[in-house]
């Protein structure tokens, strides 16, 4: 059954819908492709037809844009030379949109032709707004709910189908560029305002119609002689310094480690030189070259396919519905406050408890005044807080948790505190409700001892702060049942977070790896190194804070706090390395930017200005500084050989749980696609060589780990040998 479909009217307007089979929103595919070919090539060639409108079949959506899935294996697919396949691909999908945007007008005078409208329902993202402007008329649909725009470059590549060269030419350079190098996307307002789309209209249908009956010149301004790009091409004054200071800009956000921004830009450049047939092959030639980078495959596959299936509940348990009614949050301050908002706003009815009275108010004004911002940004109405609010019962009575069949406990970082609460809460509420510790340090099993009920105990690490951060960390104790799990990626997939399940260990996972990252880069401060070259090197690997911007961020006086715990539990086994600068600073009262005092220097204002000299002072700058390689590696294996190792002892169970957590959760370089997905492009064997001298450089930490050792020798790569399929086979 196709996608397509065509209907000619009694006015002879032929209609093409577009409405996947089963799927609530339109994805293009290559099958897809070749129907829309195929009844444009009819609608054209049929004497009744006066021209087209191109619409879709799904209430409220045009389309979310192409098939990732498909996106990601274009290069297996296309054969023993996949350049050349890409490209002979990519100009076969440009030959059809141009096919659409010419309409069958005569080469040489433009003469002659149907006109093409196309009628968005609402959103239209991607290939979804792509073919739009091959069209020569855009009708939205007055839907303030509705999302257009082209966010490809989100996901490690750039609009390829056309897109690119279309709206450049449409809006000029710099118009384009918030569309093109942000992907912004705006409402059919805005849209129409910024001359992305045509019209906006209470009745587009009726309005395209009236529209392609009406004679209209449909030929494009780039197909007519004479034409000029806005705002001037490359070589005009303007136009020079336009794609100046894009390229600043592109390099400045990028740091040179997203090949799909670079390669967007250039086509952006070299197609504004020639003609637009031209310039299509100039852009198709450029997504080939992103394409073919392994970083664009990498970002699509952690960052959507992963993410997808995850929320989907890849590796949820084979258990009941366990959707939550009734939540209880235990502690009103920052964190549960924000667990508190973020389950009301999902619509869940939620009792946020504290020691009195006075401190539960002041949760639940937290809350009332992110609803008072989303108002105040248009983003939420008086209503929704008033709906939100009102899910929330704010109380010192533990006896308002009766009825709840979720707990997520979020009181002080300590054993016996937290052991007290379990049990006065779990006399008081059912026994199928499960209990959720929110820690980010306290080992699961541990905490679940003071537990009558282990199989629902379960640990869930938010991270602060909890309305911004899309991961969530699900820890399982040893005795955690599946019930609980099921619960807990219930709730999550609730609260439109994005869970990963991992197994107890000390600091879990996401902490495990970015401490020794933080502690990598302090330690090379008390060795001398300069602390711009960490940071910058830091930057430079794509990721979005240096370990000592991180710690300022975190605060001093945490990483004092985990440092003693963690000598406490480890003993002779403690490695002290970066345990005197951060007491020393400790001691200073530099906590970081909450007391605008850290290893940055802070305005009065609190606005970070420039690494701390005081730090020199303390610890003076070696006369021979490393390079800017061995500092990014000692920086990038001290996060993935962390993962590595958390794989080889059980604490993460799937590997994209491990490269999509690193990098929602602590930003680990998105272009990578995670820690492992990093080791497969570098490979396997030039992994564990460089573990090897690092060991040799820098001791043990960087020893290479048994299965990293192993998967070298035999020419292995993670996802070939842990990803999805090898688990299937």
Known sequence: MSDFSYALDADGVGVITWDTVGKSMNVMNQQGFMDLDALIDAALADEACKGIIITSGKPGSFAGGMDLNIIAKMKEMAGGSPEQGLMDGLMQTHGILRKIERAGMDPKTNKGGKPIACVLPGTALGIGFEIPLACHRIFAADNPKAKIGLPEIMV???????????????????????????????????????????????????????????????????????????????????????????????????????????????????????????????????????????????????????????????????????????????????????????????????????????????????????????????????????????????????????????????????????????????????????????????????????SVRADKFIGIHFFSPVEKMMLVEIIKGKETGDVAVAKALDYVRQIKKTPIVVNDARFFYANRCIIPYINEGIRMVTEGVAPALIENAAKMLGMPLGPLQLTDETSIDLGVKIAKATKEAMGADYDDACDEILFWMFDEGRLGRKANAGFYAYSEKGKRESLWTGLGEKYALASEQPSLIEVQNRLMFAQVLEAVRALEEGVLEDIREGDVGAILGWGFAPWSGGPFSWLDIVG???????????????????????????MAAKGQDFYGRFGPQAAAA
């Open 684 to 710: 396997a064997e030039w992994a564990a060589e460089t573990c090897d001298a690092l060991t040799e450089a820098h001791g043990a930490r960087f020893a290479t780990p048994a299965l990293l050792r192993d």
């Open 156 to 450: 490690g590549i750039f609009p390829g189908m056309g897109g690119t060269t279309r709206l450049t030419r449409k809006l000029g350079a710099m118009a384009a560029s918030p569309f093109l190098l942000q992907g912004k996307l705006s409402d059919p307002k805005k849209a129409k305002s910024a001359g992305l789309i045509d019209e906006v209209s209470e009745d587009p249908m009726a309005d395209a119609k009236a529209w392609v009956l009406s004679e209209p010149k449909i030929v494009k301004p780039w197909d007519e002689k004479g034409y000029k790009m806005p705002g001037g091409a490359p070589y005009h004054p303007a136009g020079f310094m336009t794609f100046v200071g894009a390229n600043a800009m592109v390099n400045g956000n990028t740091q040179g480690v997203y090949p799909a921004a670079k390669a967007m830009l250039s086509a952006v450049y070299e197609g504004a030189l020639v003609p637009f047939d031209t310039a299509i092959k100039i852009e198709a030639r450029w997504f080939t070259h992103v394409l073919m980078n392994p970083s664009s495959s990498a970002m699509i596959r952690s960052l959507f396919i992963n993410k997808e299936a995850l929320e989907k509940g890849a590796n949820r348990p084979a258990v009941a519905d366990q959707t939550v009614k009734k939540v209880g949050v235990l502690g009103a301050g920052m964190m549960g406050a924000g667990i508190a908002l973020v389950s009301a706003k999902a619509g869940i009815e939620v009792v946020l408890i504290d020691r009195d009275q006075e401190a539960a108010d002041k949760g639940r004004a937290y809350i009332e005044a992110f609803a008072d911002k989303g108002i105040a940004r248009k983003k939420s109405t008086p209503e929704q807080k008033e709906k939100m609010l009102g899910l929330v019962n704010a109380t010192a009575d533990l006896e308002a948790l009766k009825g709840c069949d979720l707990i997520v406990e979020a009181v002080f970082e300590d054993v016996g505190v937290k052991a007290e609460m379990t049990k006065k809460v779990e006399a008081i509420v059912g026994e199928d409700c499960v209990f959720a510790t929110n820690t980010s340090t306290l080992p699961i099993t541990e905490l679940a001892k003071a």
